[in-house]
């Protein structure tokens, strides 16, 4: 691509000394899982975040997976959660054997809708996940009635938003206990797959130690039964250099997303991105919806610009959750997003020229579209 949709190798090129000076003193010491680089990552990022616990865990799918089962969720507990996300928070509900509850998202920002949610509560409920998507923080102040009035907790999806605010609080810090991914092209990305759950309990930041660590507290003593997910002393140390940078990338994106708002706002066909009222937004990634936009993506792929889709299937009409029983239909804004998104490249050290690039090539296929001629 001559444009990618991320850059992770100029990322790391920022950071390339301090990981190569960390990664040593690890070798060094042989303190490969747990240790003082895993101590330091979770203590600085619980900071960041502005609560008491973080607990690393291999990936943002366990992380989810693990906040749910920390605050009580058991197999046939109904966990609401959004219809457009990715297929890992629904993914990690069923893991539980659990059920997920989706509900549709409001036609706007494409998060989930608290109207929605009321009307998916039942005697079952036991948890809502509102997914904070695209770098934008869900309104969880008009969850946290709805969880209360059902006794229901609320476990936020933060992996696609580290450092954004909703109403000046971090998210990850909104509700009972947050997961995230540090999936490389998170905006904070470690070097293969990790993740954290954060919370303010000191009894959900227990449990959730001894789920990823085989259900344990002291070693060969074993709880409950648990499983084999922690944060590696490595990714740890790449996460604690490129945290140092986060608020200053972030600055970068909204920065570049500015940019896109400038010199797409004449494109009469283009659906720019709207931030919600409260939020202060990271730009994970920069949606537009365009008509035809599979024919779009195709023309701008072959101009080198990595456009992509977050996300072209809803969860319900993926195969893994046809037992749901949902149906075509059955959540007409998600599934009318999903035919209509395209992300186009933003990143940290994306340059201004190579956004105009990107809008001159998406001018261009926009243009022949309109131009072709209709078939019978």
């Known amino acids: 691509m ?8 100029a990322q790391n090129g920022d950071v390339a000394d301090e990981i190569r000076a960390g990664w040593e003193d690890v070798l060094a010491t042989g303190s490969f899982i747990g240790g003082p680089a895993v101590e330091e990552f979770e203590a600085s990022y619980a900071r960041f975040i502005g609560v008491d616990h973080c607990i690393g865990v291999a990936n943002g799918t366990d992380a989810i997976e693990m906040a749910l089962r920390a605050v009580g969720v058991e197999s046939q507990s109904e966990v609401i959660l959004p219809a457009n996300s990715f297929v890992a928070t629904a993914e990690a509900v069923a893991r539980i054997g659990a059920v997920p509850v989706l509900v549709d998202v409001d036609p706007v920002h494409s998060l989930i809708d608290p109207e929605k949610v009321a009307a998916a509560i039942t005697s079952s409920t036991r948890a809502i996940v509102p997914v904070h998507l695209y770098g934008q923080t869900a309104p969880v102040e008009a969850l946290l009635p709805i969880a209360e009035s059902c006794g229901a907790v609320i476990v936020e999806d933060a992996a696609q938003s580290q450092g954004s605010l909703r109403f000046g609080r971090q998210s990850g810090s909104l509700g009972t206990v947050a997961a995230t991914s540090f ?53 740890a140390v790449v996460l604690s250099a490129k945290l140092r940078r986060l608020t200053e990338w972030n600055r970068r994106r909204r920065d570049a997303a500015a940019l896109y708002h400038q010199i797409l706002q004449d494109f009469p066909t283009v659906s720019l991105p709207v931030v919600m009222d409260g939020n202060d937004d990271v730009w994970h990634l920069y949606v537009v919806r365009v008509p035809e936009r599979d024919t779009v993506l195709a023309a701008l792929q072959r101009e080198g610009i990595g456009a992509a889709i977050h996300y072209p299937v809803p969860i319900h009409l993926t195969g893994a959750f046809s037992h749901l029983s949902y149906g075509p239909g059955s959540f007409p804004v998600a599934e009318q997003a999903a035919g209509e998104i395209l992300s186009l490249p933003l990143y940290p050290h994306i340059a201004a020229a190579d956004q105009h690039l990107v809008a001159d090539r998406l001018r261009a296929a926009l243009a022949t579209m309109e131009a072709a001629p209709l078939t019978a």
């Open 2 to 9: 001559k444009i990618p949709l991320v850059d992770l190798v």
């Open 183 to 235: 999936y490389p092209g998170k905006n904070l990305g470690a070097a293969g797959d990790a993740g954290a759950v954060l919370t303010n309990d000191p009894a959900i930041a227990q449990r959730t130690r001894m789920l990823g660590g085989h259900g344990s507290r002291v070693k060969y003593i074993h709880d409950i039964v648990g499983f084999n997910s922690r944060l590696d002393a490595l990714q």
